[in-house]
């Protein structure tokens, strides 16, 4: 008899028991059945899980479930390449933790993947949900903005999830571990009252079978986190785990709140039958997971609306292919879900076929057989041979389309690396729960036999992860469209400091100004606190956009500033919180760095004699808020401030004393006497009048307090002293800068949140005093728009030196800035370049904001602006593209594997032409390690045309909005160039137009077009 036959005759026999055995009751197919609830110990452990997560099985296997969110980073591919971060390093750290469970059997692990399309837009609803009811409270009208964003993103947007499932089965104990269980069973058993339909865990706790499953579940953790290097993993509760498996049977038809009853849930239901006591128990986890009846039609199966196709692997793939090329490999347009399932024992399940082949290896056709079984078992001695099954299905709304997806879904298969595939089944209806996440021990119908470190590499370890998924508020995608959500300033970063660089061009400015406006859709009951310091008018779209989102009494807001260096725009830099008499620590700490930024050297970028200088402006900061406040304060003088006269008068005030006691009130008295009367905005007024200026410092420099300290001392490298050196520069400083000379004029509302301070008007040039101009301007527009930001940090010190009668205003404002997170922009900073001091404040406003709950971020043209201490700093970066030499600055410092780096590069710059977005390598330090990927940002074309920043673009807007207002200029825009641009057709008519003004006749065109839908 031929030896070839038997060994087919056999296997075929096998093969068709494990295929072809069919149940006819559904739930039958799973064989979950009860819990292990938690003890204190895994409460102690794992503090986060309020349910069991430990299910059994009819069998007596225990199971648990981690949800894989994907890789930190991206991991090199290339198999020759095994330093730490590259995919054969985790692979070899995963192999070498499994090496000795993989030896013996009793263990199984199985991985599920699926990517669905058709849920693309369930991640971004779910995900602006919370935005939508933001809004609502807030009352501003973003709807029209939400509701495109849902638009835009559902074509590029797949659900991707992946699990990991783990058993244990009593095969680990030992024999007398085994009996003493079932002997204490029966005892239990004999008083138990029966319950035939329910779950009873008593029957199923076994201390060291869960001792032997925690254990692997802790170095499987240990080995796929990789020291903060690997992957994102979390181990779910059974409640999710039975909503996911019932959601993967019902799609369609299965709640999002829907969970499975467990011992501890359970209600009593339904009546009593006899003396079974199951209506007074949680039923069986098949029986509540599997309810629906599916359908077989030949080797399809239908599932209430949806018709699923199946496909196994028969043969494993040839060559060594990884999974991210099965997910290129698969069209985006299928849906589809694939099961892979690890045991170990492989070479014992070959048992019977390596005996046989070593007697007839003889035979010229066994001997390639014989061959292949000897190799394994030379590899088995180092590197556990496995028994693997590998299972995919796709699904329809038709019997056609589930056909299409199948022969797609199966072409993909096939083509990775090689694969045998088959898509008949002797009972589809087993093939189809074997995709299904856990439930069901048994596996696939062919088992293929790979070592250990083989079958790992086929696993979709290096899929992109994010730490925030499910608790987002900023939407991006991977380059194969999968979900990745972004929370901004949450609690998973220890600081909120984010660098923008990017070239003109790139969509630098949209991507700051779409953040800040997806903050303001997040709000909790307000307007959050946005402080805005640009130059070019970048940020005015996104201001304008908020007031038409506003109603009419709530516009002062969000508001708008350009700057200009005159007297209708002075803003004191001497100002002190309203009711104070001296500045509290920020404050001064702000008026201390712009006072020795007008003594900086252009040269060196520094103050001369940086140390003394700092003391010598301190002192004179003390100085004059001890003059000005306590010894000498300024005296009232009628026509000073015309509406504080009219308030005395209207209020009365002014006839309440005579003559003689007017002429020596000072403002601090007449700011008391308003602020009583409750006229708070004059009261304002008084308060500026009270406050020291600039032109007095060069008087008090000369006051015996500092003259006898630092009299003496001189410049470094020259005989002038150092106090005539300040003293002229203090001059020239007021001379230069009259916007911050006097006493203040610009006052902002008690109820603006979002301020944008445009410094186009008020930079300085090219040249390093012109840089130094830009770089103190910035500190000054900073204090404007967000210098009290600080204030919560500092209560005590304000409720100590503040008069109580202001403590109501001011702690109202207090409480205000302390429940929400503010965010401070600056824009342009390359505008600053050089003047190290500037860079220098900075960076210590932004070092002592982390702990005040403030978002800072930081945008400049090139990576190698930023200086080196606010690049150690920043832990969180926006790129749109830099240069090849700052590959290893952004390797070595943030920990961006190359690959990545040099893939990006590669990419084209700006916008897809398909419409998918601008690529972005986003890069987050956060509480598990660092998350670099490359995603995809993409923008509806309402949003683009309220944050586009370009010349021609901003020049098209505002001529329309002048002509139709802001809001339907946008629509119109939006309507006609949804790519969110009219550059290139702009720049056509300028080049084959006879025109005077292209953007101005496009304007009109525009408009005639809209007839009477204008």
Same mark, same amino acid.
């Given at each position: ?11 075929d ?10 149940s ?21 452990r ?18 648990s479930v ?5 890789a ?68 501003i ?10 638009t ?8 991707e ?5 783990v ?5 680990l104990?030992s ?55 690997g ?32 011992p ?14 199951s ?65 170990p ?15 007839s ?26 028994i ?6 796709t699904w ?7 056909t ?12 990775w ?7 008949t089944f ?22 293929l036999?790979?070592p250990?470190s ?11 992860g994010?730490?925030?998924r499910g608790?987002?508020?900023?939407m ?19 600081k ?52 038409d ?11 708008g ?30 008026m ?17 004699n ?10 004179l ?12 304060p ?5 026509g ?9 008068e209207?209020s ?19 700011? #008391?006497?308003?602020?009583?009367a409750g006229?708070?905005?004059? /009261?304002? +007024?008084?308060?500026?009048?009270? %406050?020291? $200026? =600039? *032109?007095?410092?060069?008087a ?7 003259r ?37 004029r ?5 109820d ?5 301070? #445009? ?9 390093? /005093?012109? +840089?130094?101009?830009?770089?103190? %301007?910035? $500190? =000054? *527009?900073?204090?404007?728009a ?7 940090q ?14 109501e205003?001011i ?40 702990k ?14 930023y200086?080196p ?29 190359e ?10 710059e ?26 995809k940002?993409t ?27 802001s ?7 939006a309507?006609?160039?949804p ?36």
């Amino acid at each position: 008899m031929n030896i070839n036959r038997i060994i087919f005759a056999i296997e075929d026999c096998i093969s068709t028991l494990s295929r072809y055995s069919v149940s006819a009751f559904f739930p039958d197919y799973c064989d979950l059945h009860t819990v292990i609830g938690l003890d204190q110990q895994d409460r102690e452990r794992r503090p986060w899980l309020k349910a069991p997560y430990i299910a059994t099985t009819k069998q007596g296997y225990y199971l648990s479930v981690f949800e894989i969110s994907g890789a930190l980073k991206e991991m090199d591919e290339n198999p020759d390449q095994t330093a730490p971060g590259t995919l054969e390093s985790l692979i070899a750290a995963l192999a070498e933790r499994m090496n000795t469970a993989w030896k013996n059997s009793g263990h199984k692990i199985s991985f599920v993947f699926e990517r669905d399309p058709e849920r693309g837009r369930d991640e971004i609803e779910a995900m602006l949900l919370p935005q939508r009811k933001s809004i609502a409270r807030t009352g501003i009208l973003l709807q029209d903005v939400l509701d495109e964003k849902v638009t835009t993103l559902t074509p590029w947007l797949v659900r991707e999830r992946c699990w990991l499932t783990v058993w244990s089965s009593e095969e680990l104990l030992s024999r007398t571990d085994r009996k003493d269980h079932q002997t204490r069973v029966r005892k239990l058993a004999e008083h138990a009252p029966p319950a035939r339909f329910a779950q009873d865990p008593w029957r199923w706790t076994l201390s060291a079978l869960k001792i032997r499953h925690d254990a692997l579940l802790d170095t499987l953790e240990q080995a796929l986190t990789h020291d903060s290097d690997g992957l994102l993993i979390r181990l779910m509760d059974i409640h999710e785990v039975g909503r996911e498996i019932r959601r993967q049977l019902e799609r369609n038809s299965t709640p999002a709140v829907w969970q499975p009853h467990l011992p501890e849930d359970a209600r009593p239901a339904g009546w009593r039958q006899g003396g079974d006591t199951s209506v007074f128990h949680a039923p069986s986890l098949n029986l509540q997971l599997f309810t629906t009846q599916p359908e077989t039609h030949g080797s399809l199966i239908q599932a209430g609306e949806l018709w699923h196709g199946m496909v196994a692997i028969t043969l494993p793939p040839q060559n060594l292919r990884t999974f991210n090329q099965l997910v290129r490999d698969v069209p985006r347009a299928i849906p589809w879900r694939i099961r892979m399932d690890l045991m170990p024992d492989g070479m014992k399940a070959l048992g019977v076929k390596k005996t046989l082949l070593t007697y007839s290896s003889f035979i010229p056709p066994l001997r390639p057989m014989y061959d292949s079984v000897m190799m394994l078992n030379d590899i088995n001695k180092h590197d556990p041979v496995c028994i693997m099954t590998i299972v995919a299905t796709t699904w329809g709304n038709s019997r056609e389309v589930c056909t299409r997806n199948q022969a797609l879904l199966k072409s993909a298969l096939e083509g990775w690396g090689v694969c045998g595939t088959t898509t008949t089944f002797g009972d589809p209806r087993r093939a189809w729960v074997n995709t299904v996440l856990a439930a069901s021990h048994s596996s696939g119908p062919i088992p293929l036999y790979p070592p250990l470190s083989h079958a790992l590499s086929l696993f979709p370890l290096n899929r992109a992860g994010s730490v925030w998924r499910g608790q987002g508020n900023l939407m991006m995608h991977t380059e194969d469209g999968s979900a990745w959500e972004v929370a901004l300033a949450s609690s998973q970063q220890n600081k909120h400091t984010e660098l923008t660089p990017g070239a003109p061009g790139l969509g630098k400015s949209i991507l700051i100004n779409a953040l800040s406006e997806i903050q303001i859709a997040s709000a909790q009951k307000n307007l959050p606190f946005i402080a805005y310091i640009d130059k070019g008018f970048s940020a005015q779209g996104l201001v304008q956009l908020i007031r038409d989102s506003l109603p009419e009494q709530r516009k002062d807001e969000a508001v708008g500033i350009i700057l200009s260096n005159d007297p209708d725009h002075t803003r004191n830099l001497f100002d002190v919180m309203y009711g104070a008499r001296k500045p509290v620590t920020p404050e001064k700490n702000f008026m201390v760095s712009v006072l020795c930024a007008l003594c900086v050297d252009t040269g060196t970028g520094q103050p001369c004699n940086p140390g003394d200088t700092r003391q010598i402006i301190s002192s004179l900061v003390d100085l004059a808020f001890r003059e000005y406040g306590e010894n000498n304060p300024r005296l009232y003088r009628a026509g000073t401030e015309p509406l504080v006269d009219l308030a005395l008068e209207e209020s009365g005030i002014a006839e309440q004393h005579d003559a003689g006691w007017w002429n020596a009130a000072t403002w601090f008295e007449i700011r #008391d006497m308003l602020h009583i009367a409750g006229n708070i905005p004059a /009261a304002q +007024r008084a308060h500026y009048q009270a %406050m020291p $200026l =600039l *032109a007095e410092m060069s008087a008090l420099l000369g006051q015996p307090s500092i003259r006898d300290v630092f009299g003496t001392v001189q410049r470094d490298n020259s005989e002038e002293r150092l106090l005539d050196y300040i003293r002229r520069a203090l001059d020239q400083g007021h001379s230069d800068y009259p916007m911050m000379s006097g006493c203040t004029r610009f006052m902002l509302s008690p109820d603006t949140r979002v301020v944008a301070v #445009d410094l186009n008007n008020v930079a300085g040039d090219k040249t390093p /005093a012109g +840089r130094l101009r830009t770089g103190i %301007m910035y $500190l =000054l *527009a900073g204090q404007i728009a967000g210098g009290d930001f600080v204030l919560p940090q500092y209560q005590e010190e304000i409720r100590k030196n503040l008069d109580p009668r202001y403590h109501e205003v001011i702690f109202r404002r207090i409480e205000q800035l302390d429940q929400e997170v503010k965010t401070k922009v600056y824009d342009e900073l390359h505008n600053a370049k050089g003047i190290n001091f500037i860079w220098e404040a900075l960076d210590t406003q932004e070092l002592e904001q982390r702990k005040f709950g403030i978002r800072t971020v930081l945008s400049t043209q090139l990576l190698q602006h930023y200086p080196p201490a606010v690049l150690k700093s920043a832990n969180t970066l926006w790129l749109l593209r830099y240069r090849p030499d700052e590959i290893p600055f952004l390797r070595d410092n943030f920990g961006v594997p190359e690959v990545t780096l040099r893939r990006f590069l590669k990419m084209p710059e700006g916008a897809a032409p398909d419409g998918s977005g601008v690529p972005v390598l986003a890069v987050f330090r956060v509480k598990n390690g660092t998350l670099a990927r490359i995603l995809k940002f993409t923008l509806g074309p309402l949003e683009l045309w309220a944050l586009n920043s370009s010349p021609k673009d901003s020049a098209l807007r505002r001529a329309l909005t002048q002509e139709v207002g802001s809001l339907r200029a946008r629509q119109i825009l939006a309507e006609h160039f949804p790519r969110g641009s009219a550059t290139s057709l702009i720049e056509h008519r300028a080049r084959t137009h006879d025109s005077e003004n292209v953007i101005h006749e496009l304007a009109a065109e525009l408009i005639r077009k809209q007839g009477y839908n204008l």
